[in-house]
């Protein structure tokens, strides 16, 4: 098993920028969701997909926007950046069907920050 | 909608001592329940989950949680921390409507431990 990669590990943006994360998921894995971790809170749910479609997003404006490949590998997009963006971007893949309940696999995150 | 309420921000402990994590949720509909560990500088990790059955449940490195359904709470203990149990411990849920398993976390509590 690989695990969950993310890249890049750190960045930096000005406000109203636009960003791209990347994640590959774990081997075997085929969703793949994608969540912010501000500083001090726990991470909130941002969209999952799966099979290259979003299947579900929370609270967040649709400047954020994601991309799923046919390898499972995917990308979290933020267009219009701003201060409050800054935070660590957590990746999670899992295996298919109730693969969820067995636990996510997290990636070591993208820390952004927007100046 | 559900939510998650870790009753401590950070919990200072010394080693050998025990220490007791509090997680308590509130939910319209039934919840599985997790908790995630994150070490400094790396993703979130499943300690362990609750999703039937005993409501006490354990991990492999000597934390227990117990499900308490009238209180709606599911608290982390371990008898005796190591230096190596310093980390952030999230409690999070997932409604058992939620076929895609959105983790729903709590702010999360910090463990130092000192000698």
């Known amino acids: 098993e690989t695990g969950v990669t993310q890249s890049p590990t750190h960045l930096i943006k000005t406000r109203g920028q636009q960003v791209t994360l990347r994640c590959s998921s774990q081997s075997g894995h085929n969703t793949v969701s994608w969540y912010q971790q501000a500083l001090g809170q726990g991470p909130q749910f941002i969209f999952q997909?799966?099979?290259?479609?979003?299947?579900g997003r929370g609270n967040f404006p649709p400047r954020f926007s994601g991309l799923q490949f046919p390898n499972y590998s995917s990308e979290l997009n933020v267009n219009a950046l701003e201060l409050d963006d800054s935070a660590l971007y957590l990746c999670?893949?899992?295996?298919?069907?109730?693969?969820?309940?067995?636990?996510?696999?997290f990636g070591s995150g993208t820390r952004l920050t927007v100046v | 909608a559900q939510s998650v309420t870790q009753l401590d921000s950070q919990v200072p402990v010394f080693e050998e001592a025990p220490v007791e994590l509090r997680c308590n949720y509130s939910s319209s509909v039934s919840v599985y329940l997790f908790w995630y560990v994150q070490y400094p500088n790396q993703g979130l990790q499943l300690l362990l989950k609750?999703?039937?059955?005993?409501?006490l449940v354990e991990s492999i490195n000597g934390f227990e949680a117990e499900f308490n359904k009238s209180q709606t709470s599911f608290h982390l203990r371990k008898p005796s921390v190591h230096i190596s149990d310093t980390a952030e411990y999230f409690c999070?849920?997932?409604?058992?409507?939620?076929?895609?398993?959105?983790?729903?976390f709590g702010a999360g509590t910090q463990v130092v431990v000192t000698p």
């Open positions: 609750y999703l039937s059955g005993s409501t």
């Open positions: 999070a849920v997932i409604m058992t409507t939620d076929s895609w398993g959105k983790l729903q």
């Open positions: 999670a893949s899992s295996r298919p069907g109730t693969g969820h309940l067995d636990g996510y696999t």
């Open positions: 997909y799966y099979r290259e479609e979003e299947n």
